[in-house]
Every structure is written in C-alpha cells, then in structure tokens.
C-alpha cells in the first residue's frame, strides 16, 4: 500500500489569507487527484495532474505535480468559507487502485 | 464528470443483520468499482477493489467473507455487510472507473449505524 501524506493535517484561517496543503510520498505515481469532501457526503474531484512538473489553476486553486511524480501541493489563493472542507491527494497506479492521502481539514473564519 | 448513485445514503440495523449497499454508475460504464471506508475526521481506506465479472480484490486486513462485494455489471456494484456489529458502525463510500474517464467518481456514501 503506497502512502501518502498531507500536511498539515488541520488547518485554521481568516477568510481572504492564502493556504498550502501538501501531498507527500516515496513512491511514483502515474496520476494525482485532488479531492474535497464536505461533511456526510463523497469526495468531489477538483483536479488530476498527470505529468512531473505539471501546474493546473482553477480559478483561485493552484495545483501541481511534482517533478519526480511523488508529490502534489494545492494552493489557494484569498480562502472563503465556502472553501471549508477535507481535502485529500490520491495517487493512481496504472489501471486500477487509487490511494488516498490522510486528509488535511481546512476551516476558514468568516 | 461522470454521476455515480449510491444507495442507500443512511441505514441503520440491529447487530447480527445484513445491509447491502448499492453503487451504480448512472452515465457510463465502470469497469473497475471501489469500496472505501472512513472514519469520522479520517480519510478514506481502500476496502477492496473489483472488476466487472470477477471476484473483488481485498486490501490486507479485510474480512472478504463479512464484506461481500459483488460487481455483476457495468453499472451495479454491490457491497453487503454480513453479520453486522456496532463496530462496523461508519461512512462506506464507493467509487467507479471506466469508459472515457480516467479518473474514479464517487457516490454519495452510506452512513451505517450497528444498534
């Protein structure tokens, strides 16, 4: 089972501050998603990033890939309360299994 | 993205009985089907892992015989808790892959409660 750590793991801001969750792992991946899930519901995909090196931006979130195709940090710029949730990497391998990181929790402050 | 139902959202049994939950992919078709459990505040563990038409594969550490997975189908996945304790008590999630997408989309989870 390959493992791949977020940090932090809980996170705390002021609506409008700027935020970097990280993906970490020792192992490869063919492919890195990002998920957010809200409380008592399935993860919903932002983004998948396919090559080393790779920086996709969606609207105020910034993802990338790292070069060596281990890591993944998610940036967002100007965080809202909407932006509140369980963000969580996973990391594909060929066709099939999909490894989920260990979550980082964001709550932003009104 | 693609849509994936999963039913039923809540459930609540008494110890001993069997819940199945149902995963189906509603807008094309998933070769490959994931079962995740989560605990509350943690993130998702890979229960097993199924093919269309062939026996699902377990992650270490799961009882195969007391989480019976069945994925008979393109569209229907189903995961049945047998003999059901409190401690099976979670949020039981499913995920589907296939046709264009090559990532895997989720269904809405299932809140079991063990009394």
């Known amino acids: 089972t390959q493992l791949l750590e977020q940090s932090p793991q809980f996170l705390s801001i002021q609506e409008g501050e700027n935020l970097t969750v990280y993906c970490n792992s020792s192992?490869?991946?063919?492919?890195l998603q990002w998920y957010r899930q809200e409380p008592g519901e399935g993860p919903v995909l932002l983004v998948t990033?396919?090559?080393?090196?790779e920086v996709k931006k969606l609207k105020r979130l910034t993802f990338q890939f790292g070069d060596a195709r281990k890591d993944s940090s998610l940036h967002i710029t100007a965080a809202q309360p909407g932006d509140t949730g369980l963000y969580l990497c996973?990391?594909?391998?060929?066709?099939?299994?999909?490894?989920f990181g260990t979550g980082t929790r964001l709550t932003v402050i009104p | 993205g693609a849509v994936v139902s999963q039913h039923p959202s809540r459930v609540i049994c008494k110890s001993g009985t069997s819940v199945k939950i149902e995963c189906r992919s509603l807008?094309?078709?998933?070769?490959?089907m994931f079962w995740y459990r989560q605990f509350p505040k943690q993130s998702l563990m890979l229960m097993a892992t199924?093919?269309?038409?062939?026996?699902?594969?377990?992650e270490q550490g799961v009882e195969k015989d007391k989480f019976l997975i069945n994925h008979a189908s393109l569209t229907l996945s189903t995961l049945t808790v047998t003999s059901a304790h409190p401690e099976d008590s979670s949020f039981y999630i499913c995920?589907?892959?296939?046709?264009?997408?090559?990532?895997?989309?989720f269904g809405q989870g299932t809140r079991l409660t063990v009394v």
């Open positions: 995920s589907a892959r296939g046709g264009w997408y090559t990532e895997a989309f």
């Open positions: 192992s490869v991946f063919s492919s």
């Open positions: 990033v396919v090559t080393g090196g």
């Open positions: 996973a990391g594909g391998t060929g066709a099939n299994n999909l490894f």
């Open positions: 807008d094309f078709q998933a070769t490959t």
């Open positions: 199924s093919n269309e038409g062939s026996k699902a594969t377990y």
